[in-house]
């Protein structure tokens, strides 16, 4: 649920992203990172997805001894989406028109309207959501 709300304020953003990062917290508080570099930036949910799950995956040796208090996503590198030029998809499958589709969805009927067959059975998670801009004097 975390990596698609990313993507989706990516997409509403008109924006793609060619790094993430996974952030944790131990149960001692003490804070971890670790970021991946994509070959090609995106904003789709499955790619951002996988990798974010190679990262946790990676991570999990020193997650699984100290505990987890806290588990952060978040992407960095972003490029305007008509900015770029973009690769081909050699997999086949085109999901760009599928995380469109769960977007205007849940616009229109709410978060709990549709959900990916991963998070069934998964209570929602409220997060708080940081403006997309920052402004001040300086």
Do not use: C, Y
Not at 48 to 63: V, Y
Not at 76 to 95: I, K, S
Not at 105 to 117: L, Q, S
Request: hydrophobic share 40%.
């Amino acid at each position: 649920e975390l990596v698609e709300r990313v993507t989706k304020r990516l997409r509403d953003g008109q924006r793609i992203a060619r790094t993430l990062e996974i952030r944790w917290r131990d149960q001692e508080m003490e804070s971890h990172t670790m970021s991946a570099t994509l070959d090609h930036p995106t904003d789709d949910t499955a790619t951002l997805l996988a990798s974010a799950q190679k990262l946790l995956d990676a991570a999990w040796s020193a997650i699984d001894p100290a505990g987890l208090g806290l588990l952060g996503f978040s992407v960095a590198n972003l490029l305007e989406r008509q900015a770029v030029q973009l690769g081909f998809d050699f997999t086949g499958r085109d999901r760009t028109e599928l995380d469109s589709t769960l977007d205007a969805v849940h616009a229109r009927f709410g978060n709990e309207a549709i959900t990916r067959g991963s998070l069934l059975g998964r209570s929602p998670m409220e997060t708080p959501v940081l403006p997309d801009s920052v402004t001040g004097d300086g």
